[in-house]
């Protein structure tokens, strides 16, 4: 499958490069950065650490998708929105693993996904999307007497808060509540707050250090608590998951799916 990495001089660009080079099946065909950048013209192997693979960073990003089946994207909301209308015009899946996604980029997801496949999660792993379909269950046969609190660290270089894993498990929360997201979410707590309102979904973020990613979700009775928790010890098997979501995702109908479509975890 050949595939696309834009953000390519990024962390997550490079592991990315590094993914597709260790997955049988899968063939590096170009990689993106903005203009300007200074690494345009490098080679994207030696970019990434590896042998040099005869792929230049291009700036052009449209041809790269014309020549591709797949494009691979952890950038920014409005270059994520970008990437998705070429991908469109070009009918190849993008896989996004962007996070910070406010409603207006989502609208324009869905607009993009009924010409190309777009599979989008707030995170690729295994281990975090079990861990939504569990937060999910539990939380549709808990009742709201329960409270939960989702608590999140990350490395202090991360710039949006709280994390999108985070919101995708506040989502899973609140699909099993069977209400909006938007309308519990209880995102900040300062001052005199007063007394917790029931049914809300709280979530902390914490930052610091060189942390790859913990996520908790805690659900607080009366007397007993039950918490299930990730830990992410290497950021590469997010490049793996995304990577594996570009394979799923050849050839698919048009649409907006998710990682729980690619692991089969619809029944959680």
């Known amino acids: 499958m050949r595939l696309v990495v834009v953000?390519?001089?990024?962390?997550?660009?490079?592991?990315?490069?590094?993914?597709?080079?260790?997955?049988?099946?899968?063939?590096?065909?170009?990689?993106?950065?903005?203009?300007?950048?200074?690494?345009?013209?490098?080679?994207?192997?030696?970019?990434?650490?590896?042998?040099?693979?005869?792929?230049?960073?291009t700036d052009e990003a449209l041809p790269?998708?014309?020549?591709?089946?797949?494009?691979?994207?952890?950038?920014?909301?409005?270059?994520?929105?970008?990437?998705?209308?070429?991908?469109?015009?070009?009918?190849?899946?993008?896989?996004?693993g962007t996070t910070g996604l406010e409603p207006q980029h989502l609208a324009k997801l869905e607009a993009a996904a009924r010409h190309a496949a777009i599979i989008r999660s707030g995170n690729m792993s295994l281990g975090v999307n079990l861990l939504a379909g569990l937060v999910r269950k539990v939380a549709a046969t808990l009742g709201t007497d329960w409270d939960i609190e989702i608590v999140e660290m990350h490395h202090r270089m991360k710039v949006d808060a709280p994390s999108g894993t985070a919101?995708?498990?506040?989502?899973?929360?609140?699909?099993?509540?069977?209400?909006?997201?938007?309308?519990?979410?209880?995102?900040?707590?300062?001052?005199h707050t007063g007394a917790r309102q029931p049914g809300t979904v709280g979530f902390a973020a914490l930052r610091g250090g060189t942390v790859v990613g913990d996520h908790k979700v805690i659900f607080a009775g009366t007397g007993e608590r039950l918490e299930l928790s990730h830990i992410a010890e290497d950021r590469s098997l997010f490049a793996q998951g995304a990577v594996k979501a570009a394979?799923?995702?050849?050839?698919?109908?048009?649409?907006?799916?998710?990682?729980?479509?690619?692991?089969?975890?619809?029944?959680l």
């Open 247 to 267: 394979l799923w995702g050849r050839g698919r109908k048009p649409g907006l799916y998710s990682m729980a479509d690619v692991l089969g975890l619809d029944s």
């Open 167 to 191: 919101v995708m498990l506040g989502e899973a929360a609140a699909e099993g509540r069977a209400v909006d997201l938007a309308d519990a979410r209880v995102a900040v707590r300062d001052g």
């Open 64 to 96: 790269a998708f014309v020549e591709a089946e797949g494009v691979l994207d952890f950038t920014t909301p409005d270059s994520t929105v970008s990437f998705a209308a070429l991908a469109a015009q070009a009918r190849i899946a993008h896989i996004v």
């Open 7 to 57: 953000g390519a001089a990024g962390r997550m660009g490079r592991m990315l490069i590094k993914a597709i080079h260790e997955t049988p099946g899968c063939v590096l065909s170009a990689a993106v950065e903005r203009p300007g950048s200074g690494v345009v013209g490098q080679d994207a192997g030696v970019l990434a650490g590896l042998p040099a693979c005869g792929i230049d960073v």
